[in-house]
């Protein structure tokens, strides 16, 4: 037999644990909804950017030739057809930019590799891919 002194009244001092439970899962209801939200705003983002970018470019590999000179390769992926163009720019070792250039890419392969020299003002020690982009085609 319980005493009537050691039990509380349900509701008297605060909530009951139905009431907290209740309202944990209502919180974990709310969280769940929200984050597969999220997650779908974050894939649609990086799909919608990924299939906006018909011609896309990597920096493989640069080397200093000369002291006004850079020779940069690039891995180009494109669809067939598709003409190019790709700004790189190079960079001295104050971080100052000394050469910034665009190349053109007109083959007919989806993807290639090409070496590329980049005029600078000085000796520089960086370059960098600045991006790709399909080229602008003339108005006739």
Do not use: N
Request: glycine share 10%.
């Amino acid at each position: 037999m319980t005493d009537a002194r050691t039990q509380l009244p349900e509701g008297r001092y605060g909530r009951s644990r139905s009431a907290d439970a209740r309202t944990d899962r209502h919180l974990k209801i709310v969280g769940l909804v929200l984050g597969v939200v999220l997650l779908g705003f974050v894939a649609w983002a990086g799909i919608s950017y990924v299939s906006g970018q018909k011609v896309s470019g990597e920096l493989t590999a640069f080397d200093v030739v000369s002291e006004h000179e850079v020779e940069v390769t690039l891995a180009i992926r494109k669809p067939a057809g598709t003409d190019g163009v790709c700004t790189v720019r190079a960079q001295a070792e104050s971080g100052a930019e000394v050469g910034r250039a665009d190349f053109s890419f007109d083959e007919d392969s989806g993807s290639l590799q090409r070496s590329v020299t980049l005029r600078t003002t000085e000796r520089a020690t960086a370059a960098e891919l600045v991006g790709c982009s399909e080229a602008a085609t003339p108005a006739e």
